[in-house]
């Protein structure tokens, strides 16, 4: 049996446009991007003459919108692009680009008009700093959005109950490439100590996909008079801002504490289980996650694929992660440590595409309105837009 498919919707208050997506997430593919493909349902006699537009964007932000340092706001635009959906500037048959597209231009009627767009080759991944619990307002974020507005033009001001928009993600799924399985190894030698000690650590292999477990072998050969006392391991995840300031926040977003101990002339061979999941660390701020849609769950974010060609500071946001192992030895002159890093990937597996013969033909429509959530506040919705309700709702057919 298919299962049907949600498409989502949010219409402007004063009616006059409505936008109608069969997806929120488009995957880059590193050589390619999912194009951005949707329908905006106009109302003829709430639009009064006026046109309608369309817009993708990519926004850096840093901090909350009303927060100003020296006059300078923290937010960058990195994209804008816009296109004019009605009246059409050509035949709507010829605007129509995927099979979602004619299946929701059948189902919503004569005032409804498709739109498309394609990423720039340059534009990062959806990435977000999480906030404490006690902050309020956007934070530290890489994100794209949709905009549909009625006006006379499309510079001209546009009044809030004309305009609806739609928070969109822009992921990236690990590529499909043999890896070599990370491994680092270091000797150390010690004062009042002939012999070194070594230690090796691995992975089993480069990329592990969210919510899968990392198994890190640790090899150590202590030949030295000294005694390990303790080995702690953990998975750090580094976010780098390289837009504005190239600042660096390392979190450990899992930590095991072994208590193991190597005795001098001693050896150790263990494989050790690290699982690093967002549901450990939700209320730790600075954890870079996957682009937030407002009420929808997410993870911890992506390692970042940089493009051949890509300046990283267009990037805004940069994530990779590593396996650290830290040995505490001790000796008569106090304790030291001797730490390894091994790099790894951390990403979605790339899904099973459905064959178009599976899909289901009918469509199940979804509000976008954050007081339909249980718990949230009416005008808590997405930037201040709430759904028209049922008045522009397709019927039946």
Known sequence: MSTKHVVFKKICKDKSVGVYMGKRDFVDRVDSVDPVDGVILIDPEAIKGRKAFVTLSCTFRYGRDDMDVMGIAFRR?????????????????????????AKLLRKLGLNAYPFFFEFPDNLPCSVALQPAPSDSGKQCAVEFEIKAFSAESHDAKVHKRSAVKLMIRKVQYAPETEDTAPSVE???????????????????KETYYHGEVINVHVNITNHSTKTIRNIILSVDQVSTVVLYSNDSYVKSVVTEDSGDAVSAGASLQKVYRLLPLLANNRERRGIALDGKLKHEDTNLASSSIVKEGVLKEVLGILVSYRVMVKLLVGG?????????????????PKPDLVRESEQE???????????YLRGMAADDDEDGNVSGGDDMAPKEK
Do not use: W
Not at 79 to 101: A, C, F, G, N, W
Not at 361 to 371: G, W
């Open 361 to 371: 033909e009918e469509m199940v429509f979804e509000e976008f309105k954050r007081s």
């Open 186 to 204: 270091t000797t150390r030698d010690f004062l009042m100590s002939d012999k070194p000690l070594h230690v090796e650590a691995s992975l089993e």
């Open 77 to 101: 635009e990195l994209h804008l692009s816009t296109r004019q959906v009605y009246p059409p500037l050509q035949d709507p048959e010829h605007s129509i680009h995927t099979k979602m597209q």
């Open 332 to 348: 008569m002159m106090g304790s030291s440590e001797v730490g390894l890093e091994v790099p790894f990937k951390l990403m979605h």
